[in-house]
């Protein structure tokens, strides 16, 4: 549906590009270069400068920090048609997230669709004021793929549980202020026995060991529980657990498809976005020549760039009208993690043996390298391409099984 047959919306648009204009920053227009670039939330967060602090104020006054959730949770309520506007206008002047946040990624999707209204009203409007920062207690030593084979167990102590285990790969685990939690709680069935649990990391008994990388970063973490007690609820209409107690598997897997094309890059960033002309600019400025092999390979990433971008407007057109295949998430997280290992290694092919550095401020600290080792691991994370390739054989394409 184009703008010019839609009136409303080509006002919307007008008004959304005058008020980007009047309210982004310049700064926040920039290429992100840190993880200090962005802005998590969370009770122990601090602005890196007055210009990402005002531009989550902004944005959080509009409720732009969640534009399409409902007013009622901190958000703008926004249709499809006009968020995906927004998108385009905020990708068009290189706008930054105003909030990074699992909680709007991941909880909040799965709140939205099995929360109680006291979640809702509770914990949605943390996320949307940036009040709470949250962390995804799922894999397990021996429990990635096979997730559902998982041994953190909470046992039932009528009001709380106590629980004990081991998550393992819990991103930013240390600067999480609550963890939304896969804890066994039937050991007599594997599937109907999980529950989708919600607990502060403050808790007694939870600790946690930062993983070092390739990359020389640690965004990863060992999360250890250790006789937790998590309590049933933590008020009228708000229990401490998502949907129902053992049938937190349901829950489990419909964030799983949130998560999978937050990983692919669906939900923006510039992980697929084409880079041939950028390649270009910064050949210019140091004076290098483009190899014409690389060139054409940059050519052809661009086209598969823009291919997957049409996928996913394609996807989310067939969600609005219901016609959404429940494995598609798993097809942007093949390809848009295949995308993103094919750019970083493409960006360190143009920048020669420079790319290799790993100290200098001349490269950030070494940031190519850094970056392309780091993207080894999103063919693992969020689910490995062998498993979403058997997904897609099995569930899109009807193959049979081996």
């Known amino acids: 549906m184009s703008d010019t047959k839609t009136p409303d919306l080509a006002t919307f648009r007008s008004e959304t590009r005058a008020w980007l204009e009047a309210n982004c920053p310049a700064e926040m227009r ?54 995906k506007v927004l998108r385009e206008e905020m ?5 930054r997230p105003p909030l990074s946040s699992f909680g709007i990624w991941m909880l909040g999707p799965a709140l939205l669709q099995f929360g109680t209204d006291g979640q809702k009203q509770r914990f949605l409007n943390e996320i949307a004021r940036g009040e709470i920062r949250w962390c995804q207690g799922y894999s ?31 991103s930013y685990a240390d ?3 609550w963890i939304f939690c896969l804890v066994r709680t039937d050991k007599a069935d594997k599937y109907q026995g999980i529950t989708f649990m919600l607990f502060d990391m403050a808790s ?31 008020g009228d209409d708000c229990p401490a657990y998502v949907g129902q107690i053992n049938r937190g598997w349901d829950v489990a897997k419909y ?52 291919a997957y971008t049409a996928m996913g407007e394609k996807f989310l057109d067939e969600i609005k009208v219901g016609k959404a295949h429940p494995a598609q998430p798993n097809m942007m997280k093949y390809v848009g993690t295949e995308l993103n290992k094919r750019r970083h290694e493409l960006m360190m092919a143009a920048g020669g043996s420079r790319s290799l550095e790993w100290d200098s401020e001349e490269t950030g600290g070494g940031k190519p390298s850094r ?7 999103n063919s693992i994370e969020g689910g490995t391409s062998e498993v979403m390739l058997n997904v897609i054989a099995k569930r899109i394409l009807d193959l049979p099984g081996a």
């Open 30 to 83: 920039q290429p992100v270069r840190d993880e200090d670039d962005a802005y998590w939330g969370g009770r122990r967060a601090t602005f890196k400068n007055d210009a990402q602090k005002a531009w989550f104020e902004a944005c959080l006054a509009k409720g732009y920090t969640v534009p399409a959730w409902p007013q009622a949770y901190g958000g703008a309520g926004l249709n499809p048609a006009e968020a």
């Open 91 to 95: 990708s068009r002047i290189n706008a």
């Open 140 to 170: 397990e030593p021996g429990s990635g793929s096979d997730l559902v084979s998982l041994q953190t167990f909470g046992e039932d102590r009528q009001d709380h549980w106590v629980v004990n285990g081991q998550k393992i790969w819990t």
């Open 175 to 177: 600067h999480a202020d």
């Open 204 to 234: 007694a008994g939870v600790t946690t060991k930062p993983i070092l990388l390739i990359s020389g970063n640690s965004p990863f973490c060992e999360t250890f529980f250790d006789n937790v007690s998590v309590p049933k609820s933590y």
């Open 255 to 306: 964030l799983l498809g949130h998560e999978r094309e937050m990983i692919s890059g669906a939900g923006g960033g510039d992980r697929t976005a084409a880079i041939g002309a950028a390649m270009k600019r910064a050949a210019a400025r140091t004076g290098d020549e483009i190899d014409p092999v690389l060139r054409a390979e940059l050519a052809m990433f661009d086209v598969d760039a823009l």
């Open 371 to 377: 970056g392309w080792l780091r993207t080894k691991a």
